[in-house]
């Protein structure tokens, strides 16, 4: 059985767009949790397009499952995360002009002090890569607790060739990662099509979705968009 993290990045954004107070990110996450997620994801980016300050800091005293931020390896973020103390940091490349993240991070040995620091908070340390021996290789160097596998390129695949490909990847990739004693965790462009072929794998043990399901809310409304979701993933 997998766990489903819902990353409510996509009601913030709606509520950025005027500048406003509604969609309230902070009800979508208790609305979630009440359909059957198991963690809320946010990611609070240094432009502050979506996700606020203030939402981090309401969400961490009302989550009732898990709260996992993304963020990027910068001063700023690792003295807010030490502050909140959420119960998941998930480091993530950032660049301003993007929009939406591109691509896994780059793991470096100055990585580590970072992931140490929180670490000493009792916070887990996942770390968003490519699905990449190498790369996962230096997760496990670095001391990381968990791996999130990208899954952009399988998303995003147009032949079927190219998507077995791509599924073959992230199979050896979730056996290393096991084999090396850390979570395997999935996200980035999965939706509710794509997903069952990474479910079908059974090794990867939690999934980050955000854009598929509230896009999907959008019509039938958040309580069924999360239920259905989790449906697919257990």
Do not use: C, W
């Amino acid at each position: 059985m997998s766990d489903l993290g819902v990353n409510i990045d996509h009601v913030a954004t709606i509520r950025q767009a005027r500048k406003g107070i509604e969609p309230e990110p902070v009800t979508a996450a208790a609305i979630a949790e009440q359909n059957g997620a198991d963690q809320i994801t946010i990611h609070l980016r240094e432009d502050r397009r979506h996700i606020q300050l203030r939402d981090l800091q309401i969400l961490r005293k009302t989550v009732q499952t898990k709260l996992n931020l993304e963020m990027a390896t910068t001063p700023e973020m690792v003295r807010i995360a030490l502050e909140i103390i959420p119960d998941t940091v998930t480091l993530v490349p950032e660049k301003r002009e993007e929009l939406t993240t591109e691509g896994g991070l780059l793991l470096i040995d100055s990585h580590q002090e970072s992931i140490k620091l929180l670490q000493s908070k009792g916070i887990e340390v996942s770390v968003f890569i490519e699905p990449d021996p190498e790369m996962i290789a230096k997760a496990k160097h670095l001391g990381a607790d968990a791996v999130e596998i990208h899954t952009g390129r399988y998303a995003n695949a147009l032949s079927r060739q190219e998507k077995e490909n791509e599924l073959k990847m992230i199979e050896n990739a979730a056996l290393q990662i096991r084999e090396a004693g850390m979570r395997v965790v999935a996200g980035h462009g999965l939706n509710y099509h794509n997903v069952k072929a990474l479910v079908d794998l059974e090794l990867i043990d939690e999934y980050n979705i955000g854009h598929s399901i509230i896009a999907r809310a959008v019509f039938t409304g958040l309580e069924e968009a999360v239920y259905t979701m989790k449906q697919l993933v257990i």
